[in-house]
C-alpha cells in the first residue's frame, strides 16, 4: 500500500504561482512513476503531467505545458507540481497518484493506469 498526501492548494489570482506538494508513505516511493490529474466541477479528471521514477522522463499535458513543472526528490518520498502563469481555467481539485514502475523512464497518462490516488487539494483561480 501507498498513502499520498497533497498540500498547497489555495486561492490564487490569475498569473500567480503554486507549488503542490505529494508526500508519499508506505511502499519504496523510488519505485512508482507519479503522476498529478485534475477534475474541475462538471468535468471528468484529466491528466496533467507525469513523471518516471527516476526523475529522467516527464510528460505534460498541453494545456499546462510551458507553465507546470512536475518534479521528485525521491529522498523525502515527495512529487511536486510547479504552477506558474495560473489561469482561471486551471481552478480544480488537484490529485496525485502513483503507478507501479517497470523500468526506469516510464510513466503513464491514463488515471486507470495508476495504482494509488491522493485525497486532493483544491486550487482556485480568480479572474
Known amino acids: 500500500q501507498v498513502q499520498l498526501v497533497e498540500s498547497g492548494g489555495g486561492v490564487v489570482q490569475a498569473d500567480s504561482s503554486l507549488r503542490l506538494s505529494c508526500a508519499a508513505s508506505?511502499?519504496?516511493?523510488?519505485?512508482?512513476?507519479m503522476g498529478w490529474f485534475r477534475q474541475a466541477p462538471g468535468k471528468e479528471r484529466e491528466f496533467v503531467a507525469a513523471?518516471?521514477?527516476?526523475?529522467?522522463?516527464?510528460d505534460y499535458a498541453d494545456a499546462v505545458t510551458g507553465r507546470f513543472t512536475i518534479s521528485r526528490d525521491n529522498a523525502k518520498n515527495t512529487v511536486y507540481l510547479q504552477m506558474n502563469s495560473l489561469k482561471p481555467e486551471d481552478t480544480a481539485v488537484y490529485y496525485c497518484?502513483?503507478?507501479?514502475?517497470?523500468?526506469?523512464?516510464?510513466?503513464?497518462?491514463?488515471?486507470?493506469?495508476?495504482?494509488?490516488w491522493g485525497q486532493g487539494t483544491q486550487v482556485t483561480v480568480s479572474s
Open positions: 497518484a502513483a503507478a507501479s514502475a517497470y523500468y526506469s523512464d516510464a510513466y503513464y497518462h491514463q488515471a486507470d493506469e495508476y495504482d494509488y
Open positions: 513523471i518516471s521514477w527516476s526523475g529522467g522522463s516527464t
Open positions: 508506505g511502499r519504496p516511493f523510488s519505485s512508482f512513476a
